[in-house]
């Protein structure tokens, strides 16, 4: 099992001499780094870890028992924080912190950091060791001749049970590695020169940890065994929290995340360059970082983030290149390398916009308005300073719907890749379309329920309404899209919804600690839980929409339902509420529409075959070292994107390389899920009218 903690700075490799060094690191900094160091827990550590064993045993949502069925859990978890993919201890080093297991509880409670440290260091150790082997083995060249394989996944394997055993699987891994920088030119010595700077960077990232880091990692393990949205924010990180995000999302406007040796996309920021493009997606890997237009491609597999952010931010205006394996991609797929020119987010691109979509359906033209918001936002402090314009997501929909009501024959709310925001925009933003009434419950960790209430009477429109979501529509979204589901006040199309359930506090760890003043941190903690009207929850179900639309994405593999720690689906008491329609009787027709056009919609069928095609690569778990079989694979890889823009030219009418010819906006390539939406919209409207 994979462990993925966004604050973590866990590099699964390094490199390593046995003797210190000063090395160059990726931020050009210079800093001593010495193999030997082993680290100890400061003084004040104990204290802050029984405070917040204290705070999530009392106030946590789950009601905690840490117990040894839980100490366990942390166990397993830490161990795989930092070698999830079993590539550096060996079995003996695991038998032996296996004596730790059921203790984990007991140390909690009495402040004792000693285990964690250790295992930590005895990693160090074995880090170093393998990285004396592969810089060794790369003196000389892999023979790509001979049939083997290598197989990436060993999280369900053994530990190794000898360093011949561990240096066997190195081997493998390198020359996969290799094998893969082969395909895409290079020779020899640059593929030396590339996996010698890739390693050394492991070892510079895993030297350069302090006592700090590895409390943080603990606590964070511990934090996130409980739920995945419960973390502890050390000092450093609690004071530079907001300032990092903001940092992360200058240049190309992209939240990122470790993930193993790679750097995820987690969300594309709305009104940035990423978002503008269309080339970044959620779960893309960045693998490497060039500047300019023809700036040399550097290799970032395994910087940790903060290095990564460094390289990818940039003044407004400048080219950044990066080197990406597309979501859902194999081991062995070749990397595609994308342009984009940085730029800041700026809020009035992050606002609310409308369009309108023309539709043809039955020989009858429709106009679907369609208003996209990609957050929930409001402007607090000018609230509070009683400016009376204050921006809004409620107040800018309700003025763009009075601009589209009176031209347009439905209204499509854009939720796609909306991760949330304020609770109370989602409660307001649904009292436009719904007279008065609830919209969401509140259950906290006492049990009480609070309801969340439309209180204004008006109806900023009333016609046919549609809500579009995908799997990265979360928190707010799902509010929003449930309740206009729950009323039959309209449609839900698209993908399940992320599953985000859940509401967080952030507590202040000096208010327990005052003698160690700037030194305690805080704890995000769980505090309640979001519940439909009908007392369905929304957490790790999510919202299913209406009409399914054909996705790549497995629920299991991405939301959070794929985290184990997540709290679990359950129902409360519904609350009183009075439906507008019951849309039930439309859905079956409007399904059978919907397939029927997507069957012969050549974007749908892109989009199914590369669900087919992602399904067979999950089943896929070895990968030839053989060159020919490799580049056979690649070529046929190659030729279906060949094929498939070639195809998509010619319906754009755009012949040979005439890249910069606009794409007119009706297109059905432009956005084939939001033009199905407008099908669906039409359909729904006809069916209304039939009805009536």
Same mark, same amino acid.
């Given at each position: 099992?994979?462990?993925?903690?966004?604050?973590?700075?866990?590099?699964?490799?390094?490199?390593?001499?046995?003797?210190?060094?000063?090395?160059?690191?990726?931020?050009?900094?210079?800093?001593?780094?010495?193999?030997?160091?082993?680290?100890?827990?400061?003084?004040?550590?104990?204290?802050?870890?029984?405070?917040?064993?204290?705070?999530?045993?009392?106030?946590?949502?789950?009601?905690?028992?840490?117990?040894?069925?839980?100490?366990?859990?942390?166990?397993?978890?830490? *161990?795989d924080?930092?070698?999830y993919?079993?590539?550096?201890?060996?079995?003996?080093?695991?038998?032996?912190?296996?004596?730790?297991?059921?203790?984990?509880?007991?140390?909690?409670?009495?402040?004792?950091?000693?285990?964690?440290?250790?295992?930590?260091?005895?990693?160090?150790?074995?880090?170093?060791e393998?990285?004396?082997?592969?810089?060794?083995?790369?003196k000389?060249?892999?023979?790509?001749?001979?049939?083997?394989?290598?197989?990436?996944?060993?999280?369900?394997?053994?530990?190794?049970?000898?360093?011949?055993?561990?240096?066997?699987?190195?081997?493998?891994?390198?020359?996969?590695?290799?094998?893969?920088?082969?395909?895409?030119?290079?020779?020899?010595?640059?593929?030396?020169?590339?996996?010698?700077?890739?390693?050394q960077?492991?070892?510079?990232?895993?030297?350069?940890? &302090?006592?700090?880091?590895?409390?943080?990692?603990?606590?964070?393990?511990?934090?996130?065994?409980?739920?995945?949205?419960t973390?502890?924010?050390?000092?450093?990180?609690?004071?530079?929290?907001?300032?990092?995000?903001k940092?992360?999302?200058?240049?190309?406007? $992209?939240?990122?995340?470790? =993930?193993?040796?790679?750097?995820?996309?987690?969300?594309?920021? %709305?009104?940035?360059?990423?978002?503008? +493009?269309?080339?970044?997606?959620?779960?893309d890997?960045?693998?490497?970082?060039?500047?300019?237009?023809?700036?040399?491609?550097?290799?970032? *597999?395994?910087?940790?983030?903060?290095?990564?952010?460094?390289?990818?931010r940039?003044?407004?205006?400048?080219?950044?290149?990066?080197?990406?394996?597309?979501?859902?991609?194999?081991?062995?797929?070749?990397?595609?390398?994308?342009?984009?020119?940085?730029? &800041?987010?700026?809020?009035?691109?992050?606002?609310?916009?409308?369009?309108?979509?023309?539709?043809?359906?039955?020989?009858?033209?429709?106009?679907?308005?369609?208003?996209?918001?990609?957050?929930?936002?409001?402007?607090?402090? $000018?609230?509070?300073?009683?400016?009376?314009?204050?921006?809004?997501?409620?107040?800018?929909?309700?003025?763009?719907?009075?601009?589209?009501?009176?031209?347009?024959?439905?209204?499509?709310?854009?939720?796609?890749?909306?991760? @949330?925001?304020?609770?109370?925009?989602?409660?307001?933003?649904?009292?436009?379309?719904?007279?008065?009434?609830?919209?969401?419950?509140?259950?906290?960790?006492?049990?009480?329920?609070?309801?969340?209430?439309?209180?204004?009477?008006?109806?900023?429109?009333?016609?046919?309404?549609?809500?579009?979501?995908?799997?990265?529509?979360?928190s707010?979204?799902?509010?929003?899209?449930? $309740?206009?589901?729950?009323?039959?006040?309209?449609?839900?199309? @698209?993908?399940?919804?992320?599953?985000?359930?859940?509401?967080?506090?952030?507590?202040?760890?000096?208010?327990?600690?005052?003698?160690? =003043?700037?030194?305690?941190?805080?704890?995000?903690?769980?505090?309640?839980?979001?519940?439909?009207?009908?007392?369905?929850?929304?957490?790790?179900?999510?919202?299913?929409?209406?009409?399914?639309?054909?996705?790549?994405?497995?629920?299991?593999?991405?939301?959070? +339902?794929?985290?184990?720690?997540?709290?679990e689906?359950?129902?409360?008491?519904?609350?009183?509420?009075?439906?507008?329609?019951?849309?039930? %009787?439309?859905? %079956?027709?409007?399904?059978?529409?919907?397939?029927?056009?997507i069957?012969?919609?050549?974007?749908?069928?892109?989009?199914?075959?590369?669900?087919?095609?992602?399904?067979?690569?999950?089943?896929?778990?070895?990968?030839?070292?053989?060159?020919?079989v490799?580049?056979?694979?690649?070529?046929?890889?190659?030729?279906? &994107?060949?094929?498939?823009?070639?195809?998509?030219? &010619?319906?754009?009418?755009?012949?040979?390389?005439?890249?910069?010819?606009?794409?007119?906006?009706?297109?059905?390539?432009?956005?084939?899920?939001?033009?199905?939406?407008?099908h669906?919209?039409?359909?729904?409207?006809?069916?209304?009218?039939?009805?009536?």
């Open positions: 099992m994979r462990f993925l903690i966004i604050l973590l700075f866990i590099f699964i490799t390094s490199s390593s001499c046995d003797v210190k060094s000063s090395e160059t690191l990726a931020d050009d900094t210079s800093v001593e780094l010495d193999t030997n160091k082993v680290l100890q827990p400061k003084e004040y550590f104990p204290k802050i870890e029984m405070v917040i064993t204290k705070i999530l045993s009392r106030y946590h949502y789950r009601n905690v028992q840490i117990n040894d069925s839980l100490s366990e859990i942390i166990f397993d978890n830490y *161990i924080a930092l070698d993919n079993k590539m550096y201890f060996l079995k003996t080093d695991v038998e032996k912190f296996r004596k730790y297991h059921d203790k984990i509880d007991d140390f909690l409670y009495d402040g004792v950091l000693d285990p964690p440290y250790e295992i930590f260091n005895v990693y160090k150790k074995r880090l170093n393998r990285m004396d082997y592969v810089f060794d083995r790369l000389k060249e892999f023979d790509f001749t001979i049939d083997e394989y290598y197989e990436p996944d060993r999280s369900e394997k053994d530990w190794a049970s000898t360093e011949t055993e561990l240096n066997e699987l190195w081997r493998k891994r390198l020359k996969h590695e290799a094998l893969n920088l082969k395909l895409t030119g290079k020779e020899w010595d640059k593929i030396v020169e590339t996996l010698t700077k890739r390693y960077n492991y070892q510079k990232a895993i030297l350069r940890y &302090k006592s700090e880091d590895v409390f943080d990692l603990f606590m964070n393990v511990f934090a996130n065994a409980i739920d995945p949205h973390a502890y924010f050390s000092p450093r990180e609690s004071e530079n929290f907001d300032i990092r995000m940092l992360s999302l200058e240049g190309i406007g $992209a939240l990122l995340q470790q =993930d193993g040796d790679y750097t995820k996309v987690v969300r594309i920021i %709305p009104g940035g360059p990423a978002y503008k +493009s269309g080339l970044l997606h959620p779960d890997k960045i693998v490497a970082v060039g500047q300019g237009e023809d700036g040399e491609l550097v290799d970032v *597999i395994g910087w940790r983030i903060d290095d990564v952010v460094q390289k990818i940039g003044k407004k205006g400048t080219i950044v290149r990066l080197a990406i394996i597309e979501a859902g991609s194999t081991a062995d797929v070749a990397t595609d390398t994308i342009s984009l020119v940085r730029d &800041k987010v700026k809020l009035e691109e992050r606002a609310a916009k409308k369009e309108i979509v023309e539709i043809e359906e039955e020989g009858r033209k429709f106009k679907i308005g369609v208003i996209k918001i990609p957050s929930f936002y409001i402007d607090f402090e $000018a609230k509070r300073k009683g400016i009376e314009d204050y921006r809004s997501t409620t107040r800018d929909v309700k003025k763009l719907l009075n601009e589209l009501k009176d031209s347009v024959d439905a209204v499509v709310i854009d939720l796609r890749n909306n991760g @949330g925001g304020a609770l109370d925009e989602a409660i307001s933003l649904t009292g436009l379309f719904i007279k008065l009434g609830p919209v969401v419950q509140v259950r906290n960790s006492n049990g009480k329920i609070d309801i969340g209430k439309d209180t204004d009477p008006s109806i900023a429109y009333s016609g046919p309404l549609g809500v579009l979501v995908n799997r990265f529509s979360a707010a979204s799902e509010i929003f899209s449930a $309740a206009i589901q729950d009323y039959g006040r309209g449609l839900v199309l @698209g993908e399940q919804t992320y599953g985000k359930g859940t509401v967080q506090n952030l507590i202040d760890l000096k208010r327990f600690l005052p003698a160690i =003043d700037g030194k305690a941190g805080e704890l995000k903690l769980t505090i309640a839980k979001f519940y439909r009207i009908t007392g369905s929850s929304t957490q790790n179900m999510g919202v299913i929409p209406d009409i399914k639309f054909p996705t790549p994405i497995d629920p299991d593999e991405f939301g959070e +339902s794929s985290n184990p720690s997540a709290l689906w359950d129902r409360i008491s519904p609350t009183r509420y009075t439906k507008y329609a019951d849309l039930s %009787p439309f859905i %079956p027709k409007l399904t059978e529409e919907h397939e029927r056009r069957k012969t919609e050549p974007e749908f069928q892109y989009i199914l075959e590369d669900i087919k095609e992602y399904k067979e690569n999950k089943k896929k778990k070895k990968y030839s070292l053989l060159e020919s490799r580049r056979a694979e690649k070529e046929k890889n190659d030729k279906k &994107k060949k094929m498939r823009e070639e195809a998509r030219k &010619k319906i754009l009418g755009i012949s040979g390389d005439d890249k910069d010819k606009k794409r007119p906006k009706n297109l059905k390539i432009d956005d084939p899920n939001l033009e199905e939406t407008g669906v919209m039409a359909d729904f409207i006809l069916l209304e009218s039939e009805q009536q």
